[in-house]
């Protein structure tokens, strides 16, 4: 019986072995059921690296994506685009609360207006009109204009990987707004535009680049696959249209021979997505005196100060957390309201992960904090603080003598050599002059 | 002992300094003019202060006011000591006795350049 059950912990356990995301592993995915057989080789890459996928309808009630104030999955992949309405407990509101409490997000989006389409203004995405596909005729294929091959451009995301084949799509475009917290991923290639199916006729396609603004959909400004990073760390992904994913673009070929990286893409952004690739924290942080090894409680104003923190990246291949020495940019500020000191904090040759500073504390005393506040799209963003205080010095620590002040120290020593040695003189005249005085007076 | 006879100067300006000079050498005991030199010795270290605070910095104020103030007392105490001391002067400090102005001047100095010290930091 004892053994039984041991197999059987056992068995639940080998699940958290291959463990991927530093994040956790459930994913819930809703989908129409009768679609789930078209998204396989996407969701079989997700098995083999060790997540345990749920699939749900969107009609279903349940499972709840978040019971209790607490979600019940760590991430949460919507690929009903075209259904309008969702489950009560798929909304908007619930959407933006399971990113707050760090859950993580791809949502596909299509032609067709759902609720989820309102919710993409919020993260800064500017949909197109309903109904209005991107378009391009380049190059020369024999899919129908809106079935695009997208060259990933070599200078792409960190994200991606190195040498991606051009990745089949079929959806929408979205305008990206100036969100600092938005990470494009792929855009829509150059010679693109959004029209309706059938391109438009030529006329209003002119009428349209005319008007300017938001009349011509067209560009590379244009995003199809956009990342977007909250505050809380949690990650969101917003995909102009699910075909991406599916097995009928993951196998078809983009040129003779060549095959598409639809498979490879779909992997790039779960693995973001879901907290695997390009993910930090900040281990600890340490301050001291030049000389000193450990913390002092408070520094001196214009002392030599050494402030280190000790940053790690994610491995998912091990699924442990390395040191990690390739921030060339990393900044620390010591404030106290506004930055006094901001300095570059470079990686320490030697030890990995470890990034050092030396510097002089200002001339103010007061409360002030270091402070490490890295954000770059893409990475999680590392926010450390660290109190210290910072007093003048104590009335011994100032200098005893002051080099300015020499001449009138002289001057004021001289005057009281020249004091003695005067009344020692005067002196020894009058002993000698009483000393004649009562020679002659005898 | 009589003076020594003046020689009659040409009427010139820069000789009155020099007849001036000739009669303090011959009219001037040896310990006034004793004095005399130390109270010139104060007004140059007065003045060189002065000069170094106005010219170069005067970043340590309190040592300039403790130095300056240090030769300029020292100097007043002195000359009160010249005065009383003066032969000239007995019938103006009748119940004065020298010995008596040395010990004014040396109990003021001694006051004077314990202030000196501690104002000079």
New interface residues.
Partial sequence: MLFKSLLILAAGLSGFVNAKSSAGDSVLVVVEPSKVGDYSIFFNSLKEKGYSLTFRSPKEESPVIIKDDVPSFSHVVLLASETKNFAKDITPQSLVELLSLNSNLIVGLSTKQTTLSSLAAEFSLTLPPPGTPLISYFPERSEPPSVIPITVPATSSPILSKNLSPVWYSGIPFALGDNPLLVPILNAPSESFAAEVDGGSADSIVDAAEKGGEGLWAGSSLGVVTGFQATTGARITWVGGVEVFSDEFAKKEVSKGVKSGNAEFAQDVAAWTFQESLVLRVDKTEHHLVNATGPSEHYTTNDQIVYSAYISKFNPKTSTWEPYSGIKDMQMEFTMLDPHIRTSLLPVPGVPGKYSVTFRAPDRHGVFKFVIDYKRKGWTHLHSSTTAPVVPPRHDGYPRFLSAAWPYYTGAISTSIGFFLFSAIWLAGDIKESKKKGSKSE | MPPKSVRHPPPTTSTALQSLWNAYNDQTSD?LK??DA?LF??IL??V??FV?CIL??N??FN??L???S??VG?FVL?ASLRAQVNPENKHEFKDVSP?RA?AD??LG?IVL?FF??NF??
Avoid: D, K, N
């Fill in positions: 310990r004793f004095v130390f010795f104060l270290s007065g060189i202060q170094y170069v910095t970043f340590p040592a300039f403790a130095g300056f240090s030769t020292q002195t010995e040395f001047f040396a100095s350049h000196v010290y000079l930091g």
